[in-house]
């Protein structure tokens, strides 16, 4: 029972690199999505996708950006590394419906941009 | 846009005492709404969902959560707290059937 994998558990950057989180799912998901995690703020939502060839800004979309060639994957990309990217990343994915249909959560991408 | 405020970012009971986390929605149509839980360094876990079939709704771990339309309320309640119930739990709500919506957590400290 895999659910929802994202690589790597850690990473640190450096100011200015850049680096892809990677999110695969393996139930057939059509929607998926990235949130961060800051303490004391909750859950935001950076990109969501309603399926392969369909993404959609979130809450806070800036600094990141995302593709969905398949079902099953969906990377975000971080092209200019900032303090301020440094979270705890969440992938999630969920069945298409009327909105009843709860969301699925990988263990995290825990990131820090020195 | 339909959002959700947790009241208390934490909240601290003894052991088999009562456990009440609030959560209200903002929306003018009853929304979808969950409770998840977050043990450290983990991922989160659906503890239970309103999806309109029934106002008290029953989820995992003896956590059960009322959803009343005329205070706008989802709150989470277990009679008797664990020491296994110490976690992060987030009330959400989905807007739009698309994306999900989190409040910002509430932290549980059971006490021995």
């Known amino acids: 029972n895999a659910g929802v994998t994202q690589t790597p558990k850690f990473r640190i950057l450096k100011i200015g690199q850049s680096m892809t989180l990677q999110c695969t799912q393996d139930?057939?998901?059509?929607?998926m999505y990235w949130y961060r995690q800051d303490p004391g703020m909750g859950l935001k939502l950076i990109y969501y996708?309603?399926?392969?060839?369909?993404?959609d800004k979130g809450e806070v979309p800036n600094g990141y950006n995302v593709s969905r060639s398949t079902t099953e994957d969906f990377p975000l990309r971080l092209e200019l590394a900032a303090p301020s990217q440094t979270s705890v990343y969440f992938c999630?994915?969920?069945?298409?419906?009327?909105?009843?249909?709860?969301?699925?959560f990988g263990q995290g991408t825990r990131l820090t941009v020195v | 846009a339909q959002s959700v405020t947790q009241l208390g970012s934490h909240v601290s009971v003894s052991e088999g005492a009562l456990v009440l986390l609030r959560c209200n929605y903002s929306s003018s149509v009853p929304p979808y709404l969950f409770w998840y839980v977050q043990y450290p360094n983990q991922g989160l876990q659906l503890l239970l969902k309103?999806?309109?079939?029934?106002?008290l709704v029953k989820g995992i771990n003896g956590f059960e959560a009322e959803f009343k339309k005329s205070e706008t309320s989802f709150h989470l309640t277990k009679p008797s707290a664990h020491m296994s119930d110490a976690a992060e739990y987030f009330c959400a709500v989905r807007p739009s059937g698309n994306d999900m919506r989190f409040g910002a957590g509430t932290r549980l400290t059971v006490k021995p």
């Open positions: 999630a994915s969920a069945e298409p419906g009327t909105g009843d249909t709860e969301a699925f």
């Open positions: 996708s309603v399926g392969a060839g369909i993404t």
């Open positions: 139930m057939n998901h059509n929607y």
């Open positions: 309103y999806t309109s079939a029934a106002t």
